[in-house]
């Protein structure tokens, strides 16, 4: 018999009569489908979890939309399309961003004496909220802080309405305080290319003499010595930080100062020139006369990590640790 190529010899493999297929001779097992559509559905669904992941680091932690800018930016490289970013500034470097007239962010303020030493400034905004949480952050709409000047000085950097001005800080004679709001990232607002500003005449006395300031009667001498404060405590605190600065340095080194929560802690603060301390988280700030010591003493009622800061030379003076 002719052996014909075409026809091999043995019996016939089974064939899928769907496909033409042919299935297998030792276990019958039917053919498998190929692998094309497989692979595509690996593929689609790894490029869904991809895209989850990247819309997850988008938004922050939790979901949460973060405003700060990215590392190596500047505060007004930061993204945000609110209002237009002009090339002028506020006579400081702060560029100004300007926003339409209605509903643009709007600020009074009023200055009344202390009874007991400087004035307390009251500043009243429209369309504006202080967001001192966000500092640093993009621009967003009617938020922000204020700056405080007297005659064209930075005084200091507001995160609320109220803000008391020692009699220290203003010299004897007549002079312009304003108060200047700005964007979480330090531009400052403006309309029809001015900055949204405010200001007050303020007239200051001779040292010892200014608004609000008063002399107490001499006390006559007690029959016994009355009781002091144990060494290097102020009055009504727990805990006393004493700190120096000087040729822009900080003595001790900034560290941080351990509390429990609910505890008194005095901030005890000399500085060699005029400056502002700040407390970030309890919106708490004091004046910093040069070459005089200043005591700013809080309770430590909110638990968590808080800066203490300078406003003009931007030093840390050490960290709160509150638990």
Known sequence: MTHD??????????????????????????PRAAHGPRRT?????LVAVLLLLA??????????AT??????????????SVGTLLETDDGAGHRLREVPAEGAPEVRVS????????????????NFRFTPDSTGGAALP??????????GRKLARLYGPWF???????????????VRLYADDHTAWAVAGKPVE?????????????????????????????????????????????????????????GRTELRRGERVALRVTSDRADTLHVHGYDKELALPAGQEATLTLTADRTGLFEVETHESGLVLTQLLVR
């Open 41 to 45: 559905l690996r593929t689609a669904a």
């Open 164 to 178: 008391h001005l020692p009699a220290a800080q203003v010299p004897e004679g007549a002079h312009t305080l304003t």
């Open 142 to 151: 009617g938020a922000g802080h204020a700056h405080l000047e007297l005659d």
């Open 111 to 126: 200055a009344r004496p202390d009874t007991e030493d400087g004035w307390n400034l009251q500043l009243t905004v429209r």
């Open 198 to 254: 405010a200001a007050v005449p303020l007239t200051g006395g001779p040292p010892g003499q200014g608004a609000g300031a008063h002399t107490h009667a001499p006390v006559p001498a007690a029959s016994s010595p009355p009781a002091s404060s144990p060494p290097g405590e102020s009055p009504q605190a727990d805990r006393t930080v004493t700190i120096a600065i000087r040729g822009g340095k900080v003595t001790p080194a900034p």
């Open 5 to 30: 190529p075409a026809h091999p010899s043995g019996p016939a493999a089974p064939v899928d009569s769907a496909g033409g297929r042919t299935w297998c001779d030792a276990c019958g097992t039917p």
């Open 55 to 64: 819309g997850g680091a988008a938004t922050g932690c939790g979901g949460r």
């Open 67 to 80: 405003t700060h800018h990215k590392p190596g930016t500047s505060h007004e490289q930061a993204s945000g």
